[in-house]
C-alpha cells in the first residue's frame, strides 16, 4: 500500500463490498440526526432572521415575532404532513424528482432537481457559516476569519461523510440529541422560572431600545406588509431539509416508508416545538436584535449605543442559565456544532439526488457510481467544493446567504406537492376498492393543502427576497437546469454517433499497416517489434525520426545487426521535433479506405515510483495524446517491466491479499501460477 492509499485508508476506513450493503441501512435512532439535523438546527438562526428582519420597524415590529412563529410552524406541519404521503408512494429515493418527472414530464424533475441541488449547496453554506457565527459567543478570535473557519468545517464534514453514511450518522448523533436536550431544557427551565418561581428574567439587550430604518418606521400601511413578508420568508429558513428524508427513503432500514415517515412526524414534532420555545422565551425576556449590515441601531436613552452582536440562542442560554454557567457553555457548544453539522443533510441528499440525475442522464456518469464505503464519494466532494466557494465569496456572512436561501427549497415543495395531486388523480381512475380509494382521497387533499400552502409562500418569498439577493438564486437554478439538459444532449448525441449497426458488428478491416516507433534499439522495442510480428499485419515497419545524425547512424546500425525482417524507416526533422514528423507520416500513410487501420505500437517502461514517471514515456504520452484523435489510427502500447516495477507488483499483491481476506470482499484467491514474479 502506497503513501496516499495509506491516507485514504485513514480518513475514509477500509473498503466495502457491495454485499455489505444491508450493514449501512439506518434504524430510525440513527437516520433521525442524519436526514432531519438541517431542519433541527435551522431553529438556532430562523428566530435570527425573523428578529432581524423585524428590527427594521424598531421597537413595534417585535411584536409581530410570534404571529409570524406560528405561521412559520403551521407551514412546517403542512409540509410534513404532505412529505409523509410522498415517502409511502415513491419509496425509490428519487423524491420530488422522481415525483415531478413521473406526474409532470422531464422538464418539471429537472426544475425541481436544479432548485434541490442549489438549494443543498446552500444549505451547507448556511449551516457551517451560522455555526461559525455562534461559535463566536464562546471564541471572539475567529472574527474577521469566518469564512477560513467555515470552509475548514466543511472540509471535516465532507471527510466524515466519505466514510459512509452509517458511520457519518453515529458521529453525528450524539451532538443532534445534545442540542434537542440543550434547546428543550433551556426552553422547559427559563418558562419554569418564569411562571413557577416567579423571576423576572431579562436578555441582555432588554433594556435597549431600537431605532429601525427610516423606511419602515412607523410600521404601517406597504411597508408593513412588506416587512412582516420579509420576515416571514426569512422564517421559513426552518423548512429546509424537510425534503432530504423523501430523497433518502433507500437508507432507512424496513420497512423503509414506515420509518422515513415516522422519522418525518418526529422531526415535524420537534422542530416546531423548539422554535416555538425561543420565540416565546425571546418575547418573555426582552431579547432584542438589530441588522448587522447597520440597518437598525440600539439605543440607551434616545442615543445610539454599540453593543457586541450575539445570537438569539446566545443571549436565551446566558439569561436562562445566568446561575449555571455550563448550562450556558453546553447549550453554545451544541448549537455551534448541530449548526455546523446541519450540512450532514445536504451531504446526504445531495449525492443521492446526483446519482439519479447521472443515471438519467443529466450529470455526469462518475456522480453515479458509490465510493469504497459505499457513499457517492463524487457528489460529497462536489458538494463541499461548491458550498466552500460560497462561504468564501461571502465571508460566512448568515444575513447575505439567507437571501439566496429557501427559493430553492420552496420551488421543489410547491412543484411536488403539484406532482401528488396529479399522482393521487391518476391512480383513483382507476381504482375500484372503496378504502383504498378513500385512503387516496384524503392524501390528495392533504397533498392540496400542502401544494396552497407552499405556493403562498413561494410567492412571498420571491416577491420579498428577490431585489435582496434571490436573484442570484434564480439565475443559479436556470444555469444548473440548461447545464443538465446540455449534458443530456451530449450523451444522447454520442449514444448515436456509437450505436452499432447490423453491419459494423461483423465488419473486418481490409489491411492493418503496423508502425512501430523506435527511439533506442533495446529490449523495449524488441518486444513491440515481435508484438507486431504476432499480429500478422498487412505490412510493417519500424519509424525512427532523425534529430541527431549520430544517434540516428547508431540506432541504424544497430538495427541492420539485429537482422530483423522488419525494415527501419528514418524520417528527417530539421527542427529537432519528434512528435510532429511522425504524425505527419502516420497521416500520410493513412489511406482513404474508410477499412483500412493503421495500427501504431508505442514501447513504454513500466516504473514502479512516481518520481520515475516524470522521467520516461513523456514522448510517448504526447504521441498518444495526438493520434487518438487521428481517423482510423489505432493505438498500442508495449509495456517493459523495469527492475523498479516489482515495487509496484508487490504493493497491488499485497492489497490483492487484503482484500480476499476482508470479509464479504467478493475478491478470488490468486492460484501460485497467478503468483510468479511479472516476465520481461
Not at 130 to 137: L, T
Request: aromatic letters at 8%; charged letters at 15%.
Amino acid at each position: 500500500m502506497n503513501v496516499l492509499d495509506m491516507v485514504k485508508r485513514l480518513l475514509v476506513g477500509r473498503k466495502l463490498a457491495n454485499a455489505q450493503l444491508g450493514e449501512t441501512l439506518l434504524p430510525k435512532r440513527i437516520a433521525l440526526p442524519v436526514f432531519a439535523s438541517d431542519a433541527l438546527s435551522s431553529v438556532a438562526y430562523a428566530p435570527d432572521e425573523i428578529l432581524l428582519t423585524l428590527s427594521l420597524a424598531g421597537m413595534a415590529g417585535f411584536y409581530y415575532s410570534w404571529p409570524i412563529a406560528l405561521a412559520v410552524a403551521a407551514v412546517m406541519l403542512i409540509v410534513v404532513l404532505s412529505y409523509r404521503q410522498t415517502v409511502h408512494a415513491y419509496p425509490s429515493g428519487g423524491g420530488d424528482y422522481e415525483v415531478a418527472t413521473v406526474n409532470l414530464g422531464p422538464n418539471a424533475g429537472l426544475v425541481v432537481a436544479s432548485a434541490l441541488l442549489v438549494d443543498y449547496i446552500l444549505t451547507v453554506a448556511v449551516s457551517v457559516s451560522s455555526g461559525v457565527q455562534n461559535a463566536k459567543a464562546i471564541f471572539p478570535a475567529l472574527q474577521g476569519n469566518e469564512g477560513w473557519v467555515a470552509a475548514l468545517g466543511i472540509l471535516a464534514l465532507m471527510a466524515m461523510n466519505l466514510r459512509g453514511v452509517r458511520e457519518s450518522g453515529s458521529f453525528f448523533a450524539i451532538p443532534t440529541y445534545g442540542f434537542m436536550i440543550g434547546v428543550l431544557g433551556m426552553t422547559g427551565w427559563g418558562l419554569f422560572r418564569i411562571f413557577g418561581m416567579g423571576e423576572h428574567l431579562q436578555a441582555p439587550t432588554a433594556g435597549l431600545e431600537v431605532i429601525g430604518s427610516p423606511s419602515f418606521e412607523p410600521l404601517a400601511g406597504v411597508a408593513m406588509v412588506v416587512l412582516l413578508a420579509r420576515a416571514f420568508s426569512s422564517g421559513c429558513a426552518a423548512l429546509t431539509g424537510v425534503e432530504a428524508i423523501s430523497n433518502g427513503v433507500p437508507a432507512f432500514r424496513e420497512p423503509k416508508s414506515h420509518n422515513a415517515a415516522t422519522t418525518l412526524a418526529l422531526l415535524g414534532g420537534i422542530a416546531v416545538t423548539m422554535l416555538a420555545g425561543i420565540i416565546v422565551l425571546a418575547n418573555l425576556t426582552g431579547l432584542k436584535l438589530v441588522d448587522p449590515e447597520g440597518h437598525s441601531h440600539f439605543a440607551k436613552n434616545g442615543i445610539p449605543t454599540e453593543v457586541a452582536h450575539e445570537t438569539a440562542m446566545g443571549q436565551l442560554a446566558r439569561t436562562v442559565f445566568d446561575t449555571f454557567p455550563p448550562g450556558f457553555y453546553f447549550v453554545i457548544a451544541m448549537t455551534m456544532i448541530i449548526l455546523i453539522l446541519a450540512a450532514n443533510t445536504a451531504f446526504n441528499g445531495f449525492p443521492v439526488l446526483g446519482s439519479i440525475l447521472a443515471r438519467d442522464g443529466f450529470l455526469p456518469k462518475a456522480l453515479h457510481t458509490r465510493g469504497d464505503r459505499l457513499a457517492y464519494s463524487n457528489g460529497i466532494i462536489a458538494l463541499a467544493a461548491a458550498a466552500i466557494v460560497l462561504v468564501l465569496i461571502y465571508n460566512a456572512s448568515v444575513t447575505s446567504l439567507i437571501q439566496l436561501y429557501v427559493v430553492g427549497v420552496f420551488v421543489s415543495f410547491t412543484v411536488s406537492q403539484f406532482g401528488m395531486m396529479r399522482h393521487w388523480t391518476r391512480h383513483l381512475a382507476t381504482e375500484r376498492d372503496p378504502k383504498v380509494r378513500a385512503r387516496m382521497q384524503r392524501s390528495r387533499v392533504i397533498n392540496a393543502i400542502g401544494l396552497t400552502g407552499t405556493g403562498i409562500v413561494l410567492v412571498i418569498v420571491l416577491a420579498s427576497k428577490f431585489i435582496y439577493g434571490a436573484y442570484l438564486a434564480v439565475l443559479a437554478m436556470a444555469a444548473v437546469f440548461l447545464l443538465m439538459r446540455s449534458i443530456r444532449r451530449h450523451y444522447e448525441k454520442v449514444s448515436r454517433e456509437t450505436a452499432v449497426s447490423p453491419t459494423e458488428a461483423r465488419l473486418l478491416p481490409s489491411r492493418v499497416r503496423a508502425v512501430i516507433m523506435v527511439q533506442e534499439v533495446n529490449k523495449p522495442t524488441m518486444r513491440a517489434v515481435n508484438f507486431a510480428r504476432a499480429t500478422r499485419a498487412s505490412s510493417i515497419e519500424a519509424v525512427t525520426v532523425s534529430i541527431d545524425e549520430a544517434e540516428t547512424r547508431s540506432i541504424m546500425a544497430e538495427w541492420e545487426a539485429q537482422g530483423l525482417e522488419v525494415p527501419l524507416r528514418v524520417i528527417a526533422s530539421p527542427y529537432r521535433e519528434v512528435t510532429g514528423p511522425f504524425l505527419n507520416y502516420v497521416k500520410g500513410i493513412r489511406s482513404d479506405n474508410p477499412r483500412d487501420v493503421v495500427c501504431v505500437y508505442i514501447p513504454e517502461y513500466v516504473v514502479g515510483h512516481w518520481w520515475e514517471s516524470l522521467l520516461h514515456n513523456q514522448t510517448g504520452l504526447i504521441l498518444k495524446a495526438r493520434l487518438n484523435f487521428m481517423q482510423g489510427v489505432m493505438v498500442t502500447s508495449v509495456p517493459y517491466l523495469l527492475a523498479s516495477s516489482r515495487y509496484a507488483i508487490n504493493r497491488a499483491k499485497r492489497d490483492n491479499v487484503a482484500a480476499w481476506r476482508r470479509p464479504g470482499s467478493g475478491q478470488v484467491r490468486m492460484s501460485d501460477t497467478d503468483d510468479r514474479p511479472a516476465q520481461k
